[in-house]
């Protein structure tokens, strides 16, 4: 697919709604204007020829040609004065893998510039609210866009957790928790799961606080303390699923640990019960002939009841103080 075939401009107001493919003698000047905004999305970044020329149409920062294509997958935020340059990798969850996708966002007043890795993306949403003039976008400014561009990414995040939560149903019921590897396995990968999910958060998280905190007169920084509380939220959510993971380990680890000890104890009291009976059935078993007992004609039913006796009373001990 060509350049022209994975670029779309968006162009709106309150008022008027224009979207199509990017035409590079007409629409990629994205003038700082003031009665609308445009948003100019790419996918891939192999096109660097044509992105460069973005850059030089539009005058914009030269440090955008390094920003761009490096390939630094850190989520991160650059203060370019009267814009501001960020790369966010985002989560994806693949089936039981995590895939990231890397996008970067280019703001300055009047248009958002956004260039996604992979095609295909969560923002069609925000495409639909705009298409249709649904909420605050189409009277909002760019910032506002850019906002609910990263309320799409972090909407995201939840809906793999609430995949990775679909998986931990198993266990959240503790009649169905078995103390077996296999189980164990499956508790060790969602706890894998909601770490490396509550760490992409909290790198998200890291930007967001800067963007809180970057000052421009145009640029609304209080949009973004919303999605810092948002993530706040998800992350809550994802310790308390990792405190209950250590805590159904643990109950594993015991349950183990009980049944060693009851199969050790039966060994044991069954030891106990037997040595005696070994012990009287070793003398016996010596190739002495003057052994008193042996002379008598009902020694050996004699021996007999006798480790009978000796069995059971053992036995009745240890029921007597509970023992089993």
């Known amino acids: 697919m060509t350049f022209l075939e994975n670029s779309k401009l968006i162009e709106y107001n309150e008022n008027r709604f224009d979207a199509g493919e990017v035409d590079f003698d007409k629409s990629l000047e994205l003038e700082q204007n003031k009665d609308h905004v445009d948003w100019l999305n790419i996918y891939g970044f192999k096109w660097r020829e044509e992105i460069k020329t973005i850059i030089k149409l539009n005058n914009l920062n030269d440090f955008l040609n390094v920003l761009v294509f490096e390939e630094d997958q850190k989520n991160k935020m650059i203060d370019l004065e009267t814009s501001v340059f960020l790369t966010i990798n985002v989560l994806i969850k693949d089936g039981d893998d995590f895939l990231y996708d890397r996008i970067k966002f280019f703001y300055q007043s009047g248009f958002l510039w956004t260039i996604q890795e992979k095609k295909g993306d969560y923002f069609e949403g925000v495409r639909e609210y705009i298409r249709e003039n649904k909420g605050l976008v189409r009277r909002k400014k760019a910032d506002y866009l850019l906002y609910k561009l990263l309320e799409a990414i972090i909407d995201n995040y939840e809906i793999a957790y609430q995949e990775i939560g679909k998986a931990m149903e198993l266990f959240q019921d503790l009649d169905k928790i078995k103390p077996e590897p296999e189980f164990v396995v499956k508790i060790e990968e969602s706890k894998q799961d909601l770490m490396i999910l509550k760490k992409s958060l909290l790198n998200l998280k890291e930007v967001l606080i800067q963007l809180e905190n970057w000052e421009d007169e145009e640029f609304h920084n209080h949009y973004y303390n919303l999605l810092k509380e948002q993530i706040n939220f998800v992350v809550d959510d994802v310790d308390f699923d990792l ?43 010596m190739n002495f002939q003057n052994i008193p007992e042996t002379q008598t004609e009902y020694g050996y039913f004699y021996l007999l009841g006798s480790m009978l006796v000796i069995g059971a009373l053992t036995v009745y001990y240890f029921k007597k103080k509970k023992w089993f």
């Open 243 to 285: 405190q209950q993971l250590e805590s159904n380990l643990n109950l594993i680890f015991n349950l183990q640990s009980h049944k060693l000890n009851e199969i050790m104890k039966m060994l044991t009291i069954l030891s106990a019960v037997f040595i005696p009976l070994t012990f009287l059935a070793g003398i016996y078993g």
